[in-house]
């Protein structure tokens, strides 16, 4: 038995069944009554309020970080009790609103500090003075609904929305967005739908490519993905050429279902589009092809990275220097070097001792030697014994003594030698009876410290 949900479609009339979790969900559109729409409609608008208000709810989310010149201010309202929040930001603002403008990264921070409450009432101090200045400019107040997105605070949303309803505001396309992406950031789908629906018969509130994004976007979250490219069929059908966060959404949402071949239509797609991946959906290309076990994934993925110019992350150069030495792929590693110079210092230096441990794995000791000069040349360092013995290994199994001695004395002032590194010196040294260079390598292990 299918538990069932109410939702809107957009472009779908009547009963029609998508998958949650793979699992069947019956969906059944509900129809918006015809009516003679002028630039705004207060009948429609109500009869929307009262079907917005069922079961909302609020919760808290975390948002971006604190601007400088309101650390102080932020530091204030965060020891302050909540009580009171309003007049302290009623005093800094001085009164004006050219200087209340500090509003937003203020509540930002706060949301980040986690201080939900206090960021509210830093909005709720906001709509205060928008309502008390009568300013009669849309914009300000869709900040504050965007703002109950990050919060999860759909009851405020549609305050501030009635608010501006009350005022007589002139309503556009960039307000309902905002409101509707209050409601689908608490799962409400037949209040995000029922607004869409509002949207298609008010002039100068029509859909854009946002508000199809927006639902593109929760049921990739969901996980629906015959809702998310029904969204994204109507979205063409409207007229609007894909947006990259279109694609990124259907991409990175197909991959969590593993349902490969669609993410990879989807990515042809975009291709056909002419629009570079960004890095979000690289990393679910990333995932797809290790997924299929594609034997050039890795070749694969680099030239999307080359030719999107996409700076990639820590985690993601580890995973390939590690798929690379897997596969024994020097010349991928190689060119994996190439891409990331200059980016991060951490998976940098592991992607140089990746490449050093592959030559001297192979003992290909002059490939080795110029993978450690480049290294160091570029001001960076071993950072594992293991590399350092994987090289020291490798000139004792060519019996090249004086190279190793070259080694050992570039890296003096810059690496200090482990314990187990000595033992690997003194036992190869013992083995092959260099008494003299046994000698010096005892007496530099006694002088770091190793009894």
């Known amino acids: 038995m299918c538990n069932e ?7 779908i009339i009547g009963p029609y069944c998508v ?25 429609a608008i109500a009869a929307a309020r009262r079907r917005l208000w069922r079961g909302l709810t609020t919760a808290a989310a975390a948002s971006v970080g604190v601007e400088a010149d309101t650390s102080a201010l932020l530091a204030r309202l965060v020891a302050e009790p909540e009580y009171r929040v309003k007049a302290t930001m009623e005093e800094a603002s001085g009164g004006s609103s050219a200087a209340a403008a500090f509003w937003e990264p203020l509540a930002a921070a706060l949301l980040r ?31 504050i609904i965007r703002f109950c997105r990050e919060t999860k605070n759909a009851e405020f949303a549609m305050k501030v929305f009635e608010f501006v309803e009350e005022l007589g505001i002139q309503l556009n396309t960039g307000i309902f967005n905002a409101l509707i992406n209050a409601f689908l950031s608490v799962g409400d789908l037949l209040a995000a739908t029922t607004l869409y629906e509002a949207m298609e018969d008010i002039e100068d509130c029509k859909p854009n490519s ?40 259907l991409i990175t949402g197909f991959v969590k279902l593993d349902r490969l071949d669609d993410a990879e239509v989807v990515f042809e797609e975009m291709i056909c589009f002419e629009i570079k991946p960004n890095f979000a959906i690289l ?22 990275v080359s030719n999107g110019n996409q700076e990639l992350s820590e985690a993601t150069v580890e995973r390939l220097t590690r798929l690379c030495l897997y596969e024994d792929k020097i010349g991928e590693l190689d060119q994996l070097l190439s891409l990331v110079q200059g980016m991060h210092t951490s998976s940098l230096t592991k992607l140089h001792c990746g490449i050093i ?29 293991e590399d350092v013995e994987a090289v ?35 036992s190869g040294y013992q083995r092959l009876n260099l008494h003299g260079r046994l000698d010096l390598a005892i007496k530099d292990m006694r002088e770091a410290g190793f009894a």
């Open 5 to 11: 949900l109410i939702i809107v479609w957009p472009i």
């Open 19 to 43: 998958t949650l979790d793979e699992r069947p969900i019956y969906i059944h559109a509900i129809h918006w009554r015809s009516r003679s729409y002028r630039r705004r409609s207060p009948m």
């Open 113 to 143: 500090a986690s201080y939900p409450a206090k960021a509210n009432l830093v909005l709720e101090w906001k709509l205060e003075k928008l309502i008390k200045e009568g300013i009669r400019d849309c914009e300000p107040y869709s900040v």
């Open 210 to 249: 946002a508000t199809y994004d927006a639902f593109i976007s929760a049921f990739s979250r969901l996980g629906s993905g015959h809702a998310m490219m029904s969204w994204y069929l109507a979205s063409k059908d409207a007229g609007f050429t894909p947006s990259i966060k279109a694609f990124e959404y």
């Open 283 to 304: 990393e679910a290309k990333l995932e797809l092809l290790s997924r299929r076990k594609d034997p050039n994934r890795v070749k694969v993925f680099l030239e999307l």
């Open 357 to 385: 441990r592959f030559y001297a794995n192979a003992d290909r000791l002059s490939d080795m030697e110029h993978a450690i000069f480049r290294m160091l040349d570029n001001g960076m360092v071993f950072a594992h014994s």
């Open 392 to 426: 020291i290994c490798s000139y004792f199994r060519h019996k090249d003594f004086d190279r190793l001695d070259l080694f050992l004395n570039r890296i003096r002032s810059l690496y200090k030698l482990t314990r187990s590194t000595y033992d690997i010196l003194i």
